[in-house]
C-alpha cells in the first residue's frame, strides 16, 4: 500500500467528505422518502467509494459498499420504499465505512472487523424491504429484550441521547451500533434505554482494539482543508512584499551598529524566507497530477496506430506551481501525441531496423537549477533532418540557400517554427501541421523553454524547461534615462560591455541602423533611451552596455546607460489606462520600494523593428531567388567590385560579412579555398568571375597563383548560401545595405547579372548568384 | 433631484471639483513617481501604495488644464475603480463637504473640452462654484 500512498491519501479525503454527504442526504431521505434527486446522489456517491474501494484493492469496504448500493438500486427503480429500516442500515454501512477508512489511516488495511451481519441484513432489507419487520429494523438479529418494538423510539427526541445533535440521533446510534464498543468514549447521559439497544447490538464487537481511538475525525480529513486559490495568491503577493519589505530593513539594518538589531533583522529574515518558501510551496502541486492521464493517452494512441509502446514516467513527485501545471497540460499531450505518432516507428520497421518491436517513450522530470526540466524521450525513428530541411524549403520557411547553411541544431529546431511538420501522412491524431510551434509558442508564454535532440533511427528527446513559479521571477535591473528597469533573466543571453575607446568603432552603421560585431554575428542594436523616447544620453565618452537578448528567433542588442545587478521581482500587471504599452510586461516594487517596470522584450523588439509581428518567427520573411518582389521591396548589400563598379545582392542570400586575410586562403584545384566554421567554403572574386563569365571560354584562364596575387592583404568576403552548399564572394569593398523596391532594366545585362539599375546616384549591377557559383 | 452626498473637495489653481467622498480611498502627499515612457501624457507614472502598485493620473492634463509650476507640490487623491485604485494628481486638497439641501445644476452647455464630458454637475456654494467630478471619467485615458 505504500507504493499507492499518495492514491489512498486522496481516496481517504475523498471518502471522508462523500461520507460526510451521506450522512446528511440519508437523513433527507428518511424524512421526505420520495426525493428521487437526492436518491439519485446517494447512489452514486456509494457508488464511488465502491469504486474507487476496488480500484485500491479494500475487499471489505467494497463488499459493504456494493450491498448498500444493492438496496439502493432497487430503491432507485422504485421496487422498494425508502423507510425508517433502510435508512438505519444506510446509516451503519456509512458507519462500517467510516470505521474501516479510519482503520486505514491507522493501520493501512481495513481492519478485521466483520460486517457480514451488515451485509446479510442489507440483503434482507433488500427481498423483503423491511416495511413489515419493524422491529428487526436496526438491529438484525436477536433484538434485545429491552429494545423497543418500534422503531420509532430510535429517532428518539435528541434530549434523551444527551444533546448529541438531532439529525445526526439516528446516525450516531447506528454508528455506536458497529462500533467496537470498548473503545468508544463513554456517553454517561444516553446511558438509559438506547445504551442498551446498542450494546445488544453489534454482533460481537469485532476487533479489539486495544488503544482508544477516535473513529469519526481522522487524520487526513483533519489536516486537509480545500482552500481558494485567489486566497493563496492573495497570501503569495503579500509575502512578496513582504521579501521585499525585509530586504529594505536589511539595507537600513547595516547602518546601525546594535547588534541586538542586527540580531532580530537576522531573524526576520531567515522567518520571511521560510515564509515565502511555505507559501511557495501551497500553490505547488506534483506533476503526477498532469501525467495521470498520459498513459491512457499513450495507449489508445499506440492501439491506433498499431504501433506497442512502453510509457515510463519518471519524477511524478516533482512539484511546480498549480498554475504553471496547467499551462503544461496541451504542450505535454501534444508532445507525447508526436512521439506515438509519427516518432515511434510500427513494430514491423523496428524490427527490421534490429530494435525492440515494443518502443520506448519515457518522461523523466526533476530539478534543475530552479527549473524543472521534463525530458520526453522516444527511441523511434528520430527526426530525418534531410525531410527537414526539404519541408522548410517547400513551406518558404528558409531559403534555399539558407537551408544549405544551416547546422543539424538549427535544422532541428525549424520543427518549432509554424506551419511546419514533417509527418508524412496525416493521421487521426496528429500531424496537421500545427505541432511544434504551439508547444513552443504556449511554453514560451510561461517562461520556459524547448529544446530538442535527435539522432536518425535512434530517437528524440524534447527538453522543455519550466521555471517553478511566474509570480516572482529573477530579473535583470538596468538603467535608462535615470530610471531603473527589469528586464526578466529568461530573454537575456548575455551582456556585453564596449569599453569608451572603442565604442565608437566597435558600433558600425548599416544605413544609419546601428550593428555590433558579435562573434562575427551581426548584432542590430536598440536603444532603449531611444525606443522608450527618454532624452539621449551622450555616450560616446563612455563606456558602452549591451544587453544581448532573445526575442523569438532574433538576437538583438539593448544599450543602456547603466547594467545594475539581479533581482527576484513580484510581477505585478499594469492597470488598465496603461494596457496598451506594449513593450512593458508589468511592473514591481523594488527594494527600495520605488516601482520599476518590466520590460517586454518581444514588444520592444517589434517596437524596435528587429521581429515584425507574425512574420517574425519564420527566419526569412521572403523567399528570395533574384526576382523582384511584387510589392514592398527587399533589402540589399551594396558593394564594390574588386576592379570597381557598384554591385548588389540580395541580403536575404546573404549570411556573413567576413573578412579573411589573404594568407590562410588555400587553392586547390584551380579554385580558391579558405577554411571556415569547420568547413571548406570556395571563395569568387565578383568582377573577375563577372569578366569571365561575358568573355566566355576564349579567355585563358589566369593561373591560381596569380589569381590570388590579385586578392587585396585582406580580403572582404560575403558569405552566401548557394544551392550547392556556401559560398564566399570577393569583394572590394561592402558599402551599405538598402532597402527599396528596384525596378532595373535588361538592356545593359552581361551573364552573371540579374539587372542593372541605379541605386545611391550610381549604376548597379544586381548579380545573379546562382550564375556566378555554377 | 436629491442628492445627499458628501464629495471630496480640491483644486487645481482656483477652480474647485469635487468627487464623491464614497469612491476617494485616500488622500496622500506626492510619491516617488515612476515615470511610463510611451504612455499617455496623462499617465504621471506609477506609485507604490503599500505594495500596490497604482497608475497616477495628471487630472490638469485630464482637463486639458496648463501645467502646475514646477515647485508646486501636488497631492495624490486615490480613487476606487473597477480596476484597482488609480490616484488623481491634483494642487490642493480642500474640505469635505457635504452638499445634502445644495441646489445642484447641470454643467453650463458652453463647458467645452475634456471638462464638458467629466463634469457632472455644478453646486453654487458660497462665493465659488463646485465641480463635480465624475471619477470613472476622471481616471480615463482619452479617446479610450
Known amino acids: 500500500m505504500s507504493m499507492n500512498n499518495e492514491i489512498v491519501r486522496e481516496f481517504l479525503l475523498e471518502a471522508h467528505e462523500n461520507l460526510s454527504l451521506l450522512d446528511s442526504d440519508l437523513v433527507i431521505l428518511e424524512e421526505r422518502p420520495t426525493e428521487k434527486g437526492t436518491l439519485a446522489q446517494v447512489f452514486r456517491t456509494l457508488h464511488s467509494i465502491k469504486g474507487t474501494a476496488g480500484f485500491i484493492g479494500l475487499p471489505k469496504l467494497q463488499a459493504v459498499a456494493h450491498a448498500g448500493e444493492s438496496l439502493l438500486s432497487r430503491l432507485r427503480d422504485g421496487e422498494l420504499r425508502f423507510n425508517r429500516s433502510i435508512a438505519t442500515a444506510l446509516l451503519q454501512v456509512v458507519d462500517a465505512m467510516r470505521f474501516m477508512l479510519a482503520s486505514i489511516e491507522k493501520s493501512g488495511n481495513e481492519g478485521d472487523g466483520d460486517y457480514t451481519s451488515l451485509i446479510a441484513e442489507l440483503d434482507r432489507l433488500r427481498m423483503t424491504g423491511g416495511g413489515e419487520a419493524a422491529g428487526s429494523a436496526a438491529v438484525p438479529e436477536s433484538p434485545p ?13 435528541p434530549r434523551a441521547f444527551g444533546g448529541v445533535d438531532f439529525p445526526r440521533a439516528s446516525e450516531r446510534e447506528a454508528s455506536e451500533m458497529t462500533m467496537p464498543l470498548p473503545a468508544m468514549p463513554p456517553l454517561p447521559a444516553a446511558s438509559a434505554m438506547p445504551r442498551e439497544t446498542i ?34 495568491d492573495k497570501l ?74 512502453r510509457f515510463e514516467m519518471e519524477g511524478q513527485e516533482t512539484e511546480l506551481d498549480k498554475t504553471l501545471i496547467e499551462a503544461i497540460r496541451d504542450p505535454l499531450t501534444h508532445i507525447v501525441r508526436n512521439a506515438v505518432d509519427h516518432g515511434i516507428e510500427p513494430p514491423d520497421v523496428r524490427r527490421e531496423r534490429g530494435k525492440p518491436e515494443e518502443g520506448r517513450l519515457r518522461m523523466h522530470a526533476f530539478h534543475e537549477g530552479g527549473k524543472v526540466i521534463i525530458e520526453i524521450q ?47 501522412k496525416v493521421t487521426q491524431f496528429s500531424g496537421r501541421g500545427v505541432g511544434m510551434d504551439v508547444v513552443r509558442t504556449n511554453i514560451e508564454k510561461i517562461g520556459g523553454t524547448v529544446d530538442l535532440e535527435s539522432v536518425e533511427g535512434q530517437g528524440t528527446t524534447i527538453r522543455t524547461k519550466i521555471p517553478l513559479t511566474l509570480a516572482i521571477v529573477p530579473a535583470l535591473m538596468v538603467s535608462s534615462a535615470g530610471q531603473r528597469y527589469a528586464i526578466p533573466q529568461v530573454s537575456l543571453v548575455e551582456l556585453v560591455r564596449v569599453e569608451s575607446e572603442h565604442a565608437s568603432t566597435a558600433i558600425e552603421s548599416i544605413q544609419g541602423a546601428p550593428v555590433y560585431r558579435l562573434r562575427g554575428n551581426l548584432l542590430p542594436l536598440v536603444d532603449l533611451n531611444e525606443q522608450l523616447g527618454l532624452a539621449i544620453a551622450q555616450r560616446s565618452d563612455r563606456d558602452l552596455n549591451i544587453v544581448v537578448l532573445q526575442a ?23 492597470q488598465k489606462q496603461l ?9 514591481t516594487i523594488l527594494g527600495d520600494g520605488r516601482v520599476a517596470l518590466i520590460l517586454h522584450v518581444v514588444g520592444l523588439a517589434e517596437r524596435a523593428g528587429v521581429i515584425s509581428g507574425v512574420k517574425a518567427r519564420s527566419l526569412v520573411q521572403h523567399q528570395t531567388s533574384g526576382e523582384q518582389p511584387a510589392d514592398q521591396g527587399e533589402s540589399y548589400l551594396i558593394f564594390s567590385g574588386t576592379l570597381g563598379g557598384q554591385m548588389a545582392l540580395p541580403l536575404s542570400q546573404v549570411a556573413r560579412l567576413e573578412e579573411i586575410p589573404r594568407e590562410s586562403m588555400e587553392t586547390v584545384g584551380g579554385r580558391q579555398v579558405v577554411q571556415y566554421r569547420g568547413e571548406i567554403l570556395p571563395l569568387v572574386d565578383v568582377s573577375r568571375q563577372l569578366d569571365r563569365l561575358s568573355l566566355g571560354s576564349q ?23 548557394g544551392g550547392n552548399g556556401p559560398v564566399g564572394l570577393v569583394v572590394g569593398q561592402i558599402l551599405d545595405v538598402v532597402h527599396a523596391r528596384v525596378a532595373g532594366s535588361t538592356e545593359w545585362n552581361r551573364p552573371g547579372v540579374l539587372f542593372t539599375a541605379v541605386v545611391q546616384e550610381k549604376v548597379t549591377e544586381f548579380v545573379d548568384l546562382q550564375s556566378l557559383v555554377r | 433631484m436629491t442628492l445627499s452626498q458628501q464629495y471630496c473637495t480640491f483644486y487645481l489653481g482656483d477652480q474647485c471639483f469635487g468627487l464623491d467622498v464614497l469612491r476617494v480611498q485616500e488622500i496622500i502627499r506626492q510619491q516617488a513617481m515612476t515615470c511610463v515612457p510611451l504612455a499617455h501624457r496623462v499617465v504621471r507614472g506609477l506609485i507604490n501604495l503599500r505594495g500596490q502598485i497604482v497608475t497616477a493620473i495628471d487630472l490638469r492634463r485630464r482637463l486639458d488644464l496648463p501645467d502646475r509650476a514646477e515647485d508646486c507640490e501636488a497631492i495624490n487623491v486615490v480613487v476606487h475603480t473597477d480596476n484597482g485604485a488609480v490616484s488623481l494628481i491634483v494642487d490642493e486638497i480642500g474640505d469635505v463637504v457635504d452638499v445634502t439641501v445644495q441646489p445642484f445644476e447641470r454643467p453650463p452647455e458652453t463647458l467645452s473640452g475634456p471638462a464638458r464630458e467629466l463634469v457632472e454637475g455644478v453646486y453654487k456654494l458660497p462665493g465659488k462654484l463646485l465641480l463635480i467630478l465624475n471619477p470613472d471619467l476622471a481616471v480615463s485615458i482619452p479617446g479610450n
Open chain 1, 378 to 424: 522516444d527511441d523511434g525513428g528520430g527526426i530525418h533532418v534531410e525531410r527537414v530541411r526539404e519541408r522548410a524549403i517547400q513551406n518558404k520557411i528558409i531559403s534555399p540557400q539558407e537551408a544549405a547553411l544551416l547546422s543539424h541544431a538549427e535544422l532541428l529546431r525549424l520543427i518549432l517554427l509554424p506551419g511546419f511538420s514533417t509527418a508524412e
Open chain 1, 552 to 574: 523569438e528567433d532574433r538576437q538583438f542588442g539593448l544599450v543602456v546607460d547603466e547594467i545594475r545587478d539581479t533581482e527576484e521581482i513580484v510581477v505585478k500587471p499594469l
Open chain 1, 579 to 587: 494596457k496598451g504599452l506594449n513593450t512593458f510586461a508589468g511592473a
Open chain 1, 145 to 157: 429484550p429491552a429494545a423497543p418494538a418500534v422503531p420509532a423510539t430510535l429517532v428518539l427526541p
Open chain 1, 199 to 232: 450494546q445488544a447490538s453489534p454482533p460481537a464487537p469485532p476487533t479489539v482494539d486495544e488503544e482508544p481511538f477516535e473513529p469519526r475525525p481522522t487524520a487526513v480529513a483533519d489536516t486537509n482543508i480545500r482552500v481558494d486559490v485567489t486566497l493563496l
Open chain 1, 236 to 309: 503569495m503577493t503579500l509575502v512578496g512584499e513582504l521579501v521585499l519589505a525585509r530586504n529594505q530593513i536589511i539595507r537600513y539594518s547595516a547602518s546601525y551598529g546594535d547588534t541586538g538589531f542586527q540580531d532580530a533583522v537576522q531573524r526576520l529574515s531567515l522567518l520571511t524566507t521560510e515564509l515565502q518558501e511555505s507559501v511557495m510551496k501551497t500553490r505547488m502541486q506534483p506533476i503526477g497530477n498532469v501525467w495521470n492521464k498520459f498513459p491512457r493517452i499513450v495507449r489508445d494512441l499506440a492501439v491506433g496506430c498499431q504501433k506497442k509502446v
Open chain 1, 699 to 721: 579567355t585563358v584562364e589566369a593561373s591560381a597563383r596569380d589569381r590570388v596575387a590579385e586578392l587585396p592583404e585582406v580580403a572582404q568576403v560575403v558569405v552566401c548560401g
